[in-house]
């Protein structure tokens, strides 16, 4: 049987000498054209780092290594080109392959550097891929037996797309008045501008931004008096991660997050968590939280809903509640497989595997080493932010580009699958805050949020396309990144937190912490 298949293999293939023949000229190809892109100005739209000109299959397998420039020169981050990459159906490797010494060698870093991008907290599988303006690793493309030039021209494609002069003129997207009153801040120098993909006004921007703390007159002075007044008008959680939110005019809050938001999660059998990027459906799974019966119960559609009870070690967990092991964003997270009951119906649900349902231990019962100490289930902070100024004017962006015309803005709005939709104020000024206040609850260490593919998976269809993330790099440059991240305050107690609360800024950041 073994030779059977060799044989078969052999057969359509050709054998070894032909698929590397045939591979190197794809690859060689794909190489020539891309040397040959550039934009308007006469720049090159990439580098890369090749020993030679891709001549001789001897010394050059069938793979190209290089980084995407813009027409200033300035270095593309590789994870942004590859979360474009995955809008398009292009898988491509992107970091340092496993090979630091190469990585050091073609993009020129010094051992001083390469211990400078760690201390910057850059890793191996992380997105931090530019560290003061020089990248951290490149991206590649290899093509194989089953690689075709048409494979190489729709590389070539979806560069010329994505990266080659785009310049967009937005300022029609701001509503009127949107002047964001900075101290010393230009004249010409608006919010409208904090979009561009000119680093120098970006620059120049929050040069002149500084931090006052918990002043009572801050949004009076930095902020138009007609916008100052924001309020929280969607509250969501999202007890599944990657499954349907549920929107609530009050919930309790505590230090760990909002209570019960992303404390389950699907699983594979080998413990890998799901999230829509790999499986879209997920969407379709609607969780509701019903805490006066102490229930969760979840729907999906055309089967019967499946409900679990909230206690942690309740009799219909028994089952199956063995310690589980799983990983978010490379650090372990330790819970209970919530049963075969569930994991039955997710099976049934989402169809061909096996799928277990993942809970967090409670942070209180958790191992002591700080690794495990998760207190959800989120990527990054424990609450997401956005406000609907900004979402307008991406909305209407993509509106622009003629997709999407049949979604709704409440539709748009749930792919950043947000804790907090605040209304007011004016576009893109959350990226300066530093800490806020919603009703009676602080929040500190607001960061931007960088933005994934899984925006691009409409949460009422389940279809995947190149929006928004298209247009949100098309209008803001190099990083995509839309929303904020917020911390609790420590010295936040058991508290409940409303929609229809007002939304105070206390502080704002300084330019070294943009």
């Given at each position: ?118 201390q910057a907290g850059h ?34 494609k979806f560069i010329q ?343 105070v800024i206390t502080s ?7």
């Amino acid at each position: 049987m073994f030779i059977n298949v060799l044989f078969l293999f052999f057969q359509f293939t050709g054998g070894i000498s032909n698929i590397s023949e045939r591979t190197f000229k794809v690859a060689q190809q794909f190489h020539h054209q891309l040397s040959s892109l550039k934009h308007a100005n006469g720049k090159p739209v990439a580098k890369i780092y090749c020993h030679g000109n891709f001549e001789d299959p001897l010394t050059q397998g069938p793979i190209v290594t290089f980084n995407v420039l813009t027409q200033n020169e300035d270095f593309i981050g590789y994870s942004v080109v590859a979360k474009m990459a995955a809008t398009n159906n292009i898988h491509l490797r992107v970091g340092c392959f496993c090979n630091i010494g190469a990585c050091q060698i073609h993009l020129g870093i010094t051992t001083d550097q390469l211990i400078k991008n760690f201390q910057a907290g850059h890793v191996c599988g992380d997105e931090k891929d530019m560290v003061d303006g020089y990248p951290t690793g490149a991206v590649r493309i290899s093509f194989g037996s089953s690689s075709t030039e048409s494979d190489a021209e729709e590389c070539i494609k979806f560069i010329q797309k994505c990266f080659i002069n785009k310049q967009v003129d937005f300022t029609s997207l701001v509503p009127q008045p949107t002047s964001l009153s900075l101290p010393h801040l230009p004249a010409d120098k608006t919010c409208q501008e904090l979009p561009s993909t000119s680093l120098e006004a970006k620059k120049e921007i929050s040069s002149d931004i500084i931090s006052i703390s918990h002043s009572p007159d801050i949004e009076e002075k930095y902020f138009p008096a007609s916008t100052t007044r924001r309020i929280l008008s969607d509250l969501v959680i999202y007890p599944v991660k990657s499954c349907a939110g549920m929107k609530v005019t009050k919930w309790p809050i505590n230090p760990s997050g909002l209570l019960h938001d992303r404390e389950w999660m699907v699983v594979t059998e080998r413990g890998i968590a799901l999230t829509q990027k790999r499986l879209p459906q997920l969407c379709f799974i609607q969780p509701d939280i019903n805490l006066a019966n102490n229930t969760l119960t979840l729907h999906y559609p055309g089967i019967p809903p499946l409900q679990l009870s909230l206690d942690f070690h309740s009799a219909g967990n028994e089952e199956r509640n063995k310690d589980y092991i799983s990983k978010v964003c490379f650090k372990k997270v330790h819970g209970i497989d919530c049963g075969e009951k569930a994991s039955d119906w997710l099976s049934q649900a989402l169809g061909e595997h096996r799928y277990h349902l993942f809970r967090l231990y409670p942070k209180s019962n958790q191992a002591g080493n700080e690794e495990s100490k998760m207190m959800s289930l989120s990527n990054h902070g424990q609450y997401s932010l956005v406000t609907q100024a900004s979402l307008r004017a991406l909305f209407e962006k993509v509106h622009q580009s003629q997709c999407n015309e049949s979604e709704d803005f409440e539709e748009f709005t749930s792919r950043f699958r947000s804790n907090f939709v605040i209304s007011g104020g004016v576009v893109f000024e959350e990226k300066f805050w530093k800490t806020i206040r919603i009703g009676s609850v602080n929040f500190i260490n607001g960061k931007e949020s960088s933005r994934c593919q899984m925006i691009c998976v409409n949460q009422k269809t389940a279809e995947r396309t190149s929006e928004p993330l298209a247009s949100l790099f098309t209008w803001i440059g190099n990083k995509v990144n839309f929303g904020v991240y917020f911390d609790a305050d420590s010295h936040l107690g058991e508290q409940i937190l409303s929609s229809g609360a007002e939304v105070v800024i206390t502080s704002v950041k300084t330019e070294d912490k943009l």
